[in-house]
């Protein structure tokens, strides 16, 4: 299984950027797909998830109203749209997969079962 997450860079407060998970090597028909972050000093955070099973998503409550992640099944690819970026999004964000249907992803990365490496996003004020 293979994890490929792009589409980070720098940009201004207030911007929007869209972040994309290219997942391959992967056949399992219940699993979840999750957006993590990590800043300097702190731990790596679930940002946003969403389920395959019943498409059930979840947003971290910094994040509600301004990122909207969804999934394209016939491209294996999920999505992280970032509408209104503020300076504390700045981290780096990674992709991760968990297999199976119990949705584990908002209560942390431990649930998660794949991870791809990160791509930085960079909001100046």
């Known amino acids: 299984v293979q994890l490929q997450a792009y589409g980070g860079g720098t940009v201004q407060a207030g911007d929007s950027l869209r972040l994309s998970c290219a997942v391959s090597g992967f056949f399992f028909a219940d699993y979840g797909i999750g957006w993590f972050r990590q800043a300097p000093g702190v731990n790596r955070e679930a940002v946003s998830c969403?389920?395959?099973?019943?498409?059930?998503?979840y947003y971290q409550d910094s994040v509600k109203g301004r990122f909207t992640i969804t999934h394209d099944n016939a491209k294996d690819t999920a999505f992280l749209q970032m509408e209104n970026l503020k300076p504390e999004d700045t981290a780096v964000y990674y992709c991760?997969?968990?297999?199976?249907?119990?949705?584990?992803?908002?209560?942390?990365?431990?649930?998660?079962?794949?991870w791809g490496e990160g791509t930085q996003v960079t909001v100046s004020s």
């Open positions: 991760a997969v968990e297999v199976g249907g119990n949705f584990y992803c908002p209560k942390g990365e431990a649930g998660m079962d794949y």
């Open positions: 969403i389920s395959s099973t019943d498409g059930t998503t």
